[in-house]
């Protein structure tokens, strides 16, 4: 249980911190976090009992805890917050990418725009030359 302890005392923590680091200006994903932290806490505390449950009684008895409706209703709540999370940052990802396109466009107009000026202005520069050269 050494690994298991490790993850929930420092791994599962440190990940939860770092994933808040990272969602700190989203108020729908800090609430959608929250959520995910409860109920993630809520499945180290079912299987914090299960282990209880097989030191004091048997593996069956475990197992049986494990397996309960409870437990499998805690699981397939943090798939779906886990999967909310994900949709969210997904879309919001398209969204920068999309934003990304429309700024690379832009500039590249521009840089079409400035380099057709550019040599507007030299044949311009030339002509007037030209005539001055011309009329010298």
């Known amino acids: 249980l050494e690994s298991y ?3 929930r005392n420092q791994g599962i923590p440190a990940a939860l911190a770092d994933l808040g680091r990272l969602l700190i200006r989203n108020r729908g994903q800090q609430e959608r976090l929250a959520r995910f932290r409860l109920s993630i806490e809520q499945k180290l505390n079912q299987l914090q009992t ?3 449950i097989r030191r004091e009684r048997n593996f069956d008895a475990a197992r049986s805890y494990i397996t309960s409706q409870q437990s499998e209703r805690t699981m397939n709540r943090i798939r779906a917050i886990a999967s ?3 949709n969210e940052e997904q879309k919001l990802l398209k969204e920068r ?3 990304v396109a429309t700024s690379e466009a832009r500039i ?3 840089a079409a725009i400035t380099a057709a000026l550019s040599v507007a202005a ?3 520069i030339a002509i007037r030359a030209a ?3 011309k009329n010298k």
């Open 5 to 7: 302890d490790k993850a």
């Open 50 to 52: 299960a282990i209880t």
């Open 84 to 86: 909310e999370l994900d």
């Open 97 to 99: 990418a999309g934003h």
């Open 108 to 110: 590249l107009w521009l």
């Open 122 to 124: 030299r044949i311009l």
């Open 131 to 133: 005539k001055r050269t």
